[in-house]
């Protein structure tokens, strides 16, 4: 985020702290995309994620008075928050599940051959399997690492843990992912999904 | 040789300083286990990055009804903040009711107290004393001097007009008389 981004940012959160709707308009805008990708990522169901969101802002907005930003950036605050919230969800809920429909109702829709989307299906459900089966500390390093692209730093301040320790659950959970997703190595290198990020 | 495993992870994601950057490049290019491992990470990498970025978006309509009900629950964390909570809003309710009471009860009482209340005298009679059973006796008769009624009698006063005396809870055997002969 760059300079002039960051101080409108700060002006928005200075003008919510004040009770300004409009702002806290804006700054949901802003960040409900993110948020809800994480929770998702985290809790791996849609109903979930969308109940987390609803309570992680609510939250915010209410404790905003309290956000110092000199302390942290908002979305580091907000994704903690957002991070709690899963936890606390995930403690009530012992089993995550995912339902099918909506796994095939993201997969892109205009792809012209079907044999490709069955494929990518096919990938999505394995590496999703193997997300759901990593601990909840692992997957949600996971999540932080991959979904946003958080620095170790910035991990470390949302898990509430150590760099050192944030660095050594995601290392943990790609050992697991690589032996869970041993099998199907083969499908993956050869790129159901295309590979154009390799 | 060491191999550098503990460092893959980070060097995938580019956050290794230079001289542990240098290290893993040197490693890599001579030993070919860590080359393996480093070719899985980098794969693992893209492939979990491609996945969650893939990631259900919300639909706009489902953004503004969440911001709808964010909205709802400010407001009510707004209002309960402005109006006294339900037990507060209780007890103010209940105390004009409470007062009312007061006021028609502590005359009544204050009246019984002051009808009952033994004058400042130099004798007290055992009268005030419930358990006393004083129909079939004479009194007893305490002195106290010159003194002001203690507590206690006092105590005993409202116990004696609080309370209904029961047959059978007197302390004092009833007399035994005899029945008729046949």
């Known amino acids: ?198 | 040789m060491t191999h550098v495993d503990h460092l893959l992870v980070s060097y995938v994601y580019g956050t290794l300083s230079t001289t542990e950057t240098a290290r893993v490049r040197g490693h890599a290019a001579v030993c070919a286990r860590c080359r393996e491992r480093l070719a899985r990470e980098e794969s693992l990498a893209a492939d979990l990055r491609l996945v969650l970025s893939r990631n259900p978006a919300p639909r706009e309509n489902q953004i503004n009804e969440w911001w709808r009900e964010i909205r709802a629950r400010q407001m009510q964390v707004a209002a309960s903040v402005a109006r006294p909570s339900p037990r507060t809003f209780m007890f103010a309710a209940m105390l004009p009711a409470l007062l009312t009471a007061l006021v028609l009860i502590l005359p009544v009482s204050l009246v019984i107290a002051g009808q009952f209340a033994p004058a400042p005298q130099t004798h007290v009679t055992t009268a005030i004393y419930p358990s006393a059973d004083t129909t079939n006796q004479p009194p007893a008769e305490i002195v106290l001097g010159t003194q002001e009624p203690s507590h206690e009698a006092f105590a005993g006063l409202v116990y004696a007009t609080a309370s209904t005396p029961e047959s059978g809870t007197d302390s004092t055997p009833a007399p035994m008389v005899a029945p008729p002969a046949p």
């Open chain 1, 1 to 198: 985020m760059d300079s002039h981004s960051q101080e409108a940012v700060h002006n928005l959160i200075a003008q919510a702290q004040q009770g300004d709707q409009t702002a806290c308009a804006a700054l949901y805008q802003q960040h409900v995309r993110p948020v809800y990708r994480l929770a998702y990522g985290v809790l791996l169901d849609e109903q979930d994620a969308q109940e987390v969101v609803q309570d992680s802002f609510a939250y915010a907005f209410v404790s905003l008075r309290r956000f110092d930003p000199s302390r942290s950036a908002f979305k580091t605050w907000l994704y903690t928050i957002t991070m709690s919230r899963c936890r606390n969800k995930r403690r009530r809920k012992w089993f995550p599940t995912v339902n099918l429909a909506d796994i095939a109702e993201w997969l892109p829709g205009h792809d012209p051959h079907p044999e490709r989307v069955v494929q990518q299906q096919g990938v999505r459900d394995t590496v999703l399997g193997a997300l759901r089966e990593l601990t909840p500390k692992l997957r949600e390093a996971i999540v932080l690492r991959y979904f946003d692209g958080l620095s170790f730093k910035e991990m470390a301040e949302v898990l509430g843990c150590p760099q050192k320790t944030a660095e050594s659950r995601v290392r943990l959970a790609h050992d697991h992912l690589y032996k869970r997703l041993a099998d199907q190595r083969d499908a993956l290198l050869e790129g159901a999904f295309g590979h154009d990020a390799r």
